[in-house]
């Protein structure tokens, strides 16, 4: 076919209009682009989510983009957004290891372990210097249940950033847990010279003054978070505990209450507003809200046995030993004491 040379003009220039739009796409799309990690940077993350997605539009290709959404979406709390942006970015450029390190994260949130673990596994070599990585990686064996390798791998992101903030208050939590809580406030005390109003840290230390009855320090921990963010709902839950250890029920009632509405399913929150019931009387009502922290099927302190005391309160015995001795198994402390002392 013969081309006249009128429509070789035309040809030539809508390439030559193309390949304008083209570039000028991507200098929009990398303008937008340095403003969305400005504004991240800033935490705004709302007006970073647009600027992302502004430059997506104009270059659906720009891999780097869909990172720092998924990154945005992951500190918007969106871990779910967040795992299908990341895994977009990883499609367009899988040697973008980054995106597999947040997608891990990301992973971590959604309970997806394996995939978590299989997106470490990928980028581990990369990776052996990352403080981030070793800390990511510690949260995946903590949630495995692994945790001496866990503290392992927070050590070593704390040999490699002495300021990883998270890496202390997540290890401190592991002896927490194991009952070392000599390390542990160590742990949670250095998390707060680096970062002041660390929240984590400061409840931590609230749950460790409350463990040792210093009921005015756990108070003025608990406060500290609540200064910042009057809707946490630990704290919120665990002043509300303080409060009826000290005889402050009427107080303590509002904030419990206040944390359900935030995490329903917070089982210490259960037991705890079951704990006011069981002091103001109200026994029907403190069993239905053990008995919904029960059903939740996660470890909470003296649950058992404070259930037990509900029902021997009413003179159900058989419920109380049958409930008691469920508690003996999971070592309740409330209800090893009990089923000793009034279950055959």
Not at 17 to 43: E, G, M, P, R, V
Request: hydrophobic share 40%.
């Amino acid at each position: 076919m013969i081309i006249s040379n009128k429509l070789k003009e035309i040809l030539i220039l809508l390439v030559l209009i193309l390949s304008c739009c083209t570039s000028q796409d991507k200098k929009d799309a990398a303008d937008f682009f340095l403003k969305a990690n400005q504004a991240l940077n800033q935490k705004n993350y709302a007006e970073a989510l647009r600027l992302y997605d502004e430059a997506i539009a104009k270059n659906a290709d720009f891999s780097d983009a869909y990172l720092n959404k998924g990154i945005t979406l992951l500190k918007l709390g969106k871990p779910g957004d967040a795992y299908e942006v990341l895994t977009e970015a990883i499609k367009i450029d899988p040697t973008l290891t980054q995106a597999n390190l947040v997608r891990a994260e990301s992973g971590l949130d959604l309970g997806r372990l394996r995939e978590a673990k299989q997106d470490l596994k990928q980028i581990e070599k990369e990776f052996k210097d990352s403080t981030r990585f070793f800390l990511v990686r510690g949260n995946l064996l903590s949630a495995e249940g692994n945790a001496s390798l866990a503290l392992a791998d927070y050590d070593r992101a704390i040999q490699l950033d002495k300021l990883n903030v998270e890496a202390y208050v997540n290890r401190g939590a592991i002896f927490y847990g194991q009952k070392n809580t000599k390390s542990a406030k160590e742990d949670f005390e250095n998390a707060l010279a680096v970062s002041p109003g660390q929240p984590e840290a400061l409840n931590n230390l609230g749950l460790i003054a409350t463990a040792e009855q210093n009921w005015s320090t756990a108070l003025s921990y608990f406060d500290k978070v609540l200064s910042k963010d009057p809707s946490d709902p630990y704290s919120l839950n665990n002043k509300g505990y303080v409060l009826l250890q000290t005889g402050r029920a009427s107080e303590a009632k509002p904030l419990i209450e206040k944390s359900l509405e935030k995490l329903p399913s917070n089982g210490y929150a259960l037991r705890n507003i079951g704990i006011y019931y069981q002091q103001s009387g109200q026994l029907d009502k403190a069993i239905e809200s053990f008995s919904k922290a029960i059903d939740i099927a996660e470890p909470v302190e003296m649950l058992y046995g404070l259930a037990g005391r509900a029902y021997w309160a009413q003179n159900k015995k058989a419920d109380a030993c049958k409930i008691w001795k469920q508690g003996v198994v999971l070592k309740d402390s409330i209800a090893v004491i009990e089923a000793a002392k009034n279950c055959p």
